[in-house]
Each structure stands twice: as structure tokens, then as C-alpha cells.
């Protein structure tokens, strides 16, 4: 079932996301060569403490992976897609690109969000994947309006994706979100004609986040039953924002 919210709730949503907004530009701001992932995990860990919120990812139980996630951020470096797991043995180096997702519960509401940075300089060829993937959340992010349905969504990022030369992620999705962190609908990045397509209606929050790979798109998880990797080794590139349909067009939760 799609839960509409209030808007008051929204306003509830709008707190959660510009905290998760503060740490991802904080935590963007600190990535340098030489740093582990660890130190990511720890700093963000305290600025969501210092807030009063609740991480939204630490304890989060996965049937898939059979196991609930023991961290506050998902850090995913180069071929790593999603669900990275911050270590003090990951190291960064120079022209690695990472990753960096949170999310966080303020008052009983959601919000998540991911950005990827480059350690430094990275290639051109790795600042287009970025680009591109950023520009195909934008341009959904436009899509979420009333009358719309959710495949204009789906059919935007494929589209922008795919026409410069890359793939999408078929086995992670975006979805809704509000008083629970996973809601419904599902959010593909592809047009799937198995999913439902329901048409936008003001209230809904939609959790938007292009997973692209530079190479092939298919994944596997690896033997932490967490961690998502590209198949061919290629790096992958993740955006997310969480987006609310109101009748004056998108309001975008997660940033100022």
C-alpha cells in the first residue's frame, strides 16, 4: 500500500533529509586520499548522534542477507554498487571514486540519500559516469508530479543512461519512503513490466537512486551477504534523493 503523507508529515521528512543532506556534504568534504572508509563510518555516526537522530541503516535486518547491517553508512568504492560496509582495512586512493549512502529516523520519520566523489582527481572517463549518473536523478527528480506515473520515472534514467553508453542496475531499486525506511512502491531505475506503475498523487515520497555501471549491469553479492559488486569489475556510480509529489511539482527533501 502507497502511504500519502500530511503536510505536516512532509515538513517531519523535510528535517530528516537536510540532516542527511549536512552529513553527506560534511562526509564529502573530509574523503582524502590515504583515509579509510572506517573514518567516514565514525565521523557520521557522531554527527547523527550530536542531531538526536537514529541511524536508519545500523540494525537494519535484510532477509536476503540473513543478518541485520551493522553500520551507519554504506561506503562503496569503485566496482562496489551498493551496501559497501566501512572498514579500517579500505584505504582510499587517489582516483578511486566512493560511494557514500545514509539515511537517518528524526521524530519518527525517514529520509536517505547518497552522492558519489571522486578521491581526488579521478579520469574523465570516470567524471562522466558521475555526471551522467547525476543528471539521470535530476531529470527524474522532474518527473515526480502529479498525473505522472511512476514509469516516467523509470523511463527517464534508463533512457538518459543508456543513451550515453552505460547500464543499469536491474537488482537494486529505489522505493518509497516516510515512517519506515522501505515503503511502497518500488522505484526501478528501467522500465519493468512487472512492476506496478501507479500514478503519482500528492503526498507520495519517492526514494530515487540510479545505480549505474560503467560496464555490464549485472551484480552479485559478496561473501558478506552485503556488499554488491559489478560482475565485470567495472566501476559503478550511485545518486539518490528523496523526492515528495506536491501540487506545486517535486519538492526535493534532501537538500536545502
Same mark, same amino acid.
Not at 21 to 44: F, I
Not at 144 to 153: K, M, S, W, Y
Given at each position: =500500500? ?9 515538513? !517531519? =521528512?523535510? !528535517? ?13 568534504? &573530509? @574523503? ?14 557522531? &554527527? ?8 536508519? /541503516?545500523?540494525?537494519? /535486518? ?7 547491517? $551493522? ?5 562503496? @568504492?569503485?566496482?562496489?554498487? @551498493? +551496501?559497501? &560496509? ?17 539515511? @537517518? ?18 579520469? $574523465? ?17 522532474? !518527473? ?27 537488482? /537494486?531499486?529505489? +522505493? ?11 522505484? %526501478? ?8 506503475? $501507479?500514478?503519482? !498523487?500528492?503526498? =507520495?515520497?519517492?526514494?530515487?537512486? %540510479? &545505480? ?25 556510480? +550511485? ?10 511539482? %517535486?519538492?526535493?527533501?534532501?537538500? %536545502?
Amino acid at each position: =500500500m502507497i502511504i500519502r503523507k500530511s503536510p505536516a508529515e512532509l515538513e !517531519k =521528512m523535510r !528535517k530528516s533529509g537536510l540532516l542527511v543532506h549536512r552529513v553527506l556534504n560534511s562526509l564529502a568534504d &573530509m @574523503v582524502t586520499e590515504g583515509m579509510t572508509t572506517m573514518e567516514l563510518e565514525n565521523a557520521a555516526a557522531k &554527527m547523527i548522534a550530536d542531531a538526536g537522530a537514529r541511524p536508519a /541503516f545500523k540494525g537494519y /535486518f535484510s532477509a536476503a542477507a540473513g543478518t541485520r547491517y $551493522p553500520y551507519v553508512l554504506c561506503t562503496s @568504492v569503485n566496482e562496489q554498487i @551498493v +551496501h559497501g &560496509m566501512p572498514s579500517t582495512r579500505i584505504a582510499l586512493k587517489k582516483g578511486d571514486v566512493i560511494s557514500i549512502d545514509t539515511g @537517518v529516523q528524526l521524530d519518527g520519520y525517514y529520509g536517505d540519500s547518497a552522492i558519489t566523489v571522486g578521491v581526488g582527481e579521478i579520469t $574523465p572517463s570516470l567524471g562522466r559516469l558521475l555526471e551522467v549518473t547525476k543528471q539521470s536523478l535530476e531529470m527524474a527528480i522532474d !518527473k515526480v508530479r502529479e498525473g505522472n506515473r511512476l514509469f516516467d520515472i523509470c523511463a527517464t534514467v534508463q533512457k538518459h543512461v543508456e543513451e550515453n553508453g552505460y547500464s543499469i542496475v536491474r537488482e /537494486f531499486v529505489g +522505493h518509497g519512503i516516510g515512517t519506515s525506511l522501505h515503503e511502497e512502491p518500488q522505484v %526501478p531505475n528501467y522500465v519493468d513490466r512487472n512492476n506496478e506503475n $501507479p500514478r503519482l !498523487k500528492e503526498g =507520495m515520497v519517492l526514494a530515487i537512486e %540510479p &545505480m549505474v555501471n560503467l560496464g555490464r549491469p549485472q551484480s552479485k553479492v559478496l561473501s558478506d551477504r552485503w556488499t554488491a559488486v559489478s560482475q565485470d569489475g567495472s566501476v559503478s556510480a +550511485h545518486f539518490e534523493h528523496c523526492v515528495a509529489v506536491t501540487k506545486d511539482g %517535486p519538492w526535493v527533501l534532501t537538500r %536545502p
